[in-house]
């Protein structure tokens, strides 16, 4: 199966996220001087008016309708004028226009935001008292103050997705490397196998029915194997299976290479509705119980395998406990390559919970000191 990520897919996420980014910081420098060009040309516009109500004859009234109309008609946040007596004189972008709900209001803008006093200086070099201006913030405020903070969160979650993809894409690339090395090595082994099968079609009348059917097992054995390594990768072939029968063919072909110091329990419960690939499960547990073998080495040991039958959550567990050193790192164990055997590829744990992944299980350590080392294969009951 080749990877669902891909180097150019990758550079595409990156490429399209600098491009989203640019585009977002320029739509907003654009925002921010359009709003000081706008800003400029109201107080220009608010000056010459200024400089025009100088010549009339009621100069308050005049400036305030200056203010009016030059500034409160063009401001987007909420605002109220009140005259030098306090009463209400203009206001806008208000909920209400009632006068009780602007003299609620008024208290609510004065405890946020001290008023601004309105004077005038008049040629005559008096200062003219005109009001007070009590403003807010406009709603575009909580999103120009929390924009930077907004925009620091979407560069980290896009860096963070991106390192994602990239390592999402070395581990697929890794375990394709793996897959197609297990192929391969299916390919090269199904010759010799059919040479085996032939040679002994050709010794079948020189040598007696035990050593031909012995002879028989073990190649229909390798033929099995070469069978599951040609077939890793691809999507398993479910069916209704007796795990059961399963698990228990599986130790019995494991006891009958195991040294007599090696005990062997075994308390398996039938379950119904168990849709799984016979072939490929009977792998991961030949290739967990080897790993039992290894770890507890040519010493007296125990094997045990036992389960159990979770119906509230549908789902069956097949403990395999053994009495070996035990997993020092059990952190690395499913990485591709990882292995502390000298004769080991670091690929069977890797296959062996991809496999149960692909029955949409899980296959996990349970807990692992020397002496007692459990691993847990969670499988679902349909």
């Known amino acids: ?8 897919f ?10 989203v980014l640019a585009l977002l910081w320029n739509y907003y420098s654009q925002k921010f001087l359009r709003q000081m060009e706008s800003e400029t040309e109201l107080r220009s516009r608010l000056y010459a008016a200024y400089v025009k109500s100088l010549s009339a004859e009621n100069t308050e009234k005049e400036l305030l309708n200056i203010i009016f109309d030059e500034v409160i008609k063009k401001i987007n946040f909420p605002v109220i004028i009140t005259d030098s007596l306090g009463n209400i004189m203009a206001s806008r972008n208000l909920k209400d226009t009632t006068t009780a709900f602007k003299r609620e209001f008024l208290k609510k803008l004065d405890k946020k935001k001290e008023p601004i006093d309105i004077k ?12 007070k201006l009590h403003y807010g913030l406009p709603g575009s405020f909580g999103i120009l103050k929390y924009f930077p903070i907004i925009q620091l969160a979407f560069i980290i979650s896009f860096v963070l997705l991106g390192l994602f993809a990239i390592f999402e894409f070395i581990k697929r690339e890794n375990d394709h490397l793996w897959v197609s090395l297990t192929k391969e090595a299916a390919h090269q082994l199904g010759t010799p196998v059919s040479s085996l099968l032939a040679w002994m079609e050709f010794l079948k009348d020189k040598l007696d029915k035990d050593t031909i059917e012995q002879i028989r097992f073990d190649v229909d054995r390798v033929q099995d194997i070469v069978n599951r390594f040609s077939r890793i990768g691809t999507m398993p072939e479910l069916h209704e299976i007796d795990i059961k029968k399963v698990v228990h063919e599986t130790l ?4 009958r ?10 308390d398996v419960k039938p379950v119904e509705r168990i849709l799984g690939d016979e072939v490929l499960l009977s792998w991961v547990l030949e290739n967990l119980f080897k790993n039992s073998l290894d770890a507890i080495g040519p010493a007296k040991g125990m094997i045990e395998v036992k389960t159990e039958v979770l119906r509230d959550a549908k789902t069956y567990n097949i403990y395999i406990i053994d009495s070996g050193e035990g997993i020092k790192d059990k ?22 919970k991809r496999i149960i992944e692909s029955h949409k299980g899980k296959l996990r350590v349970i807990d692992s000191k ?8 969670q499988l679902p009951i349909r």
Do not use: C, Q
């Open 10 to 19: 990758i550079a595409l996420y990156f490429i399209i996220g600098l491009i």
């Open 1 to 8: 199966m080749r990877p669902v990520l891909s180097r150019r």
């Open 370 to 377: 020397k002496g007692l080392t459990t691993i847990l294969i």
């Open 120 to 131: 005038t200086v008049l040629p005559e070099g008096d200062t003219l008292f005109l009001g």
């Open 257 to 266: 290479r195991a040294s007599s110091l090696i005990e062997f329990k075994e």
């Open 252 to 255: 019995r072909f494991i006891k």
């Open 331 to 352: 952190g690395k164990i499913f990485n591709p390559g990882y292995t502390t055997k000298s004769h080991g590829w670091g690929i069977g744990l890797v296959l062996a």
